[in-house]
């Protein structure tokens, strides 16, 4: 049997940590799925390092063999305890900033109101977090900042959301090919996967791009209805319902929620895994 990639989005994917059930013994079965030695397992998130350990540790995930993390910025190749960055995914993404670093784009944008750097561990050398008022014009900001890029020929994507909790903007900027399918490809590559060989997993609007991609995807059951439609409509437009799994449960008694619908995921990609299910 070919081996396999599995690359799998943490909050609300592989975490439960949204408001719908867990299956008991879904995560427990992942263990023994990624413990097999034909599955290399991959962590895809926004989290940064110590973040994606955390979750590792808090949840009791198992071990994997690549993460990729802040956002699509870093790539690391796992042995053990030792997380290798991989230089040459940062070169690939250097590329959008001419030489530029994080701290060049912060001099950059130095005299545009309402930015405020976030605090120094959410950042790195290939992504800014800012801090912008709620009541911000976010599309005059924005292009403010696109002006600011083209006029030094720098491509960056402005990532924009709201943490509605704490009532503040959030805006992150990073290389414009610094993109979890980008990011998922190049890992590709690198490590020999095609196609047939791999899949995703993922939960929500910003799993979207990968999803609907054309790479075979499973979104887990409780992902949002609206998250649900926006996926299907996407790949029916494209002609590849086929390569977009939507987890419903029932698959080994279990929910089709966040570990138990990656499973299932897997198994309807990949009827052979089957026989890799023995729980700890
Ligand atoms: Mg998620």
Not at 244 to 264: C, I, R, S, T
Request: proline share 5%; charged share 25%.
């Amino acid at each position: 049997m070919n081996k396999l990639l599995l690359c799998c989005d943490l909050d609300r994917t592989l975490l439960p940590n949204g408001s719908q059930e867990e299956s008991p013994q879904a995560r427990s079965l992942f263990r023994a799925v990624a413990r097999h030695p034909q599955l290399t397992l991959a962590y895809v998130s926004g989290r940064d390092k110590p973040l994606l350990l955390e979750a590792i540790r808090d949840y009791d995930l198992p071990p994997p063999d690549y993460a990729i993390g802040d956002v699509g910025t870093s790539i690391y190749e796992i042995h053990g305890d030792q997380w290798h960055p991989l230089r040459t995914w940062e070169k690939e993404i250097a590329l959008d900033w001419s030489g530029n670093r994080h701290d060049d784009l912060v001099s950059l944008f130095k005299d545009i109101d309402g930015l405020t750097l976030q605090e120094a561990e959410k950042q790195s050398a290939f992504k800014l977090s800012y801090y912008v008022p709620e009541d911000t014009e976010r599309d005059e900001l924005l292009a403010e900042m696109r002006a600011c890029l083209r006029q030094n020929e720098l491509r960056a994507s402005l990532i924009w959301s709201i943490d509605e909790a704490r009532h503040v903007g959030l805006l992150d900027v990073l290389p414009h090919r610094a993109t979890k399918v980008h990011a998922i490809r190049f890992l590709m590559a690198r490590t020999g996967f095609k196609e047939e060989n791999m899949i995703f997993a993922g939960d929500s609007g910003n799993d979207l791009p990968v999803l609907t991609s054309g790479l075979k995807a499973v979104l887990v059951h409780n992902a949002r209805r609206e998250v649900q439609e926006e996926a299907m409509r996407s790949v029916c437009k494209q002609g590849f319902t086929e390569r977009l799994y939507l987890a419903h449960g029932d698959f080994l008694g279990m929910n089709g929620n966040y570990a138990a619908g990656v499973l299932e995921g897997l198994v309807h990609f990949h009827p052979e895994t089957l026989h890799w299910f023995k729980p700890d």
